[in-house]
């Protein structure tokens, strides 16, 4: 069955950086492309960034654009969110996602809390 496991959230400073990575398995890794999304109490989950499989460049969402960059390891099947400069507004739950066989997956998400 398809699993993402998220990892490395917390607090961090305004200004700061952290690294998310999503380990992921259950379907081919390197032919499907993977999602960052966030969410903050009592809004809708908001996306973030994709990565795709092959040589498309990644996409961004227009707040994250030059401070976020997503990448992915094919040979281990993981998917990182490096996060940069980051604001009070950042903060919220970042989910790991991918479509296969015509449904989403979810992992269960890791915590970012952006203060001072």
């Known amino acids: 069955q398809v699993q993402l496991v998220e990892s490395g959230g917390g607090l961090v400073q305004p200004g700061g950086s952290l690294r998310l990575s999503c380990a992921a398995s259950g379907f081919t890794f390197n032919t499907h492309a993977l999602r960052w999304y966030r969410q903050t109490p009592g809004k809708d989950r908001e996306f973030v960034a994709i990565v795709f499989s092959a040589v498309h460049s990644p996409n961004y969402a227009g707040s994250v654009k030059g401070r976020f960059t997503i990448s992915r390891d094919n040979a281990k099947n993981m998917v990182y969110l490096q996060m940069d400069n980051l604001t009070p507004e950042d903060t919220a739950v970042y989910y790991c996602?991918?479509?296969?066989?015509?449904?989403?997956?979810w992992g269960q998400g890791t915590q970012v809390t952006v203060s001072s």
């Open positions: 996602n991918v479509f296969v066989d015509s449904q989403d997956y």
